[in-house]
């Protein structure tokens, strides 16, 4: 709301634009990357090189927090998921074996 009542001035942006003259240094490790996804786009690298970028394109994905947060509540649902179905099924053959424990017990014929 507070920008509707603003004044347009663009003289003075024009001002701010032509002092500013700090451009940031280009960035040498960029160039690596970036010629490897061309050489992969294009068909010409090896099947090792197109693996190896997709591992590092991996690597960039999983380095930041929200990634590595929401793999770790994964890995830890699937664990509790598994650890669930184990239990249930020991809990089953447990209780298996103690009914035919039970049973040979009052069967009276094997006495």
Same mark, same amino acid.
Request: hydrophobic share 50%.
């Given at each position: 709301?507070?920008?509707?009542?603003?004044?347009h001035d663009?003289?003075?942006?024009n001002?701010?634009?032509?002092e500013?003259?700090?451009m940031?240094a280009?960035?040498?490790?960029?160039?690596?990357p970036v010629?490897?996804?061309?050489?992969?786009a294009r068909?010409?690298?090896?099947w090792?090189?197109?693996?190896?970028?997709r591992?590092?394109e991996l690597d960039?994905?999983?380095?930041r927090?929200q *990634?590595?947060?929401?793999?770790?509540?994964?890995?830890?649902l699937?664990g509790?998921?598994f *650890?669930?179905?184990?239990?249930?099924?020991n809990a089953?053959?447990?209780d298996?074996?103690m009914?035919?424990?039970?049973?040979s017990?009052?069967?009276v014929?094997?006495?």
């Amino acid at each position: 709301m507070f920008l509707f009542f603003m004044k347009h001035d663009p003289d003075n942006l024009n001002h701010f634009l032509h002092e500013w003259n700090d451009m940031p240094a280009p960035d040498g490790r960029l160039a690596g990357p970036v010629w490897e996804r061309i050489e992969v786009a294009r068909g010409r690298a090896s099947w090792f090189d197109s693996l190896l970028m997709r591992l590092r394109e991996l690597d960039v994905r999983f380095a930041r927090p929200q *990634a590595f947060a929401a793999v770790l509540a994964l890995s830890l649902l699937v664990g509790m998921g598994f *650890a669930v179905l184990h239990t249930r099924y020991n809990a089953t053959r447990i209780d298996a074996e103690m009914s035919a424990r039970y049973l040979s017990m009052l069967d009276v014929s094997r006495r």
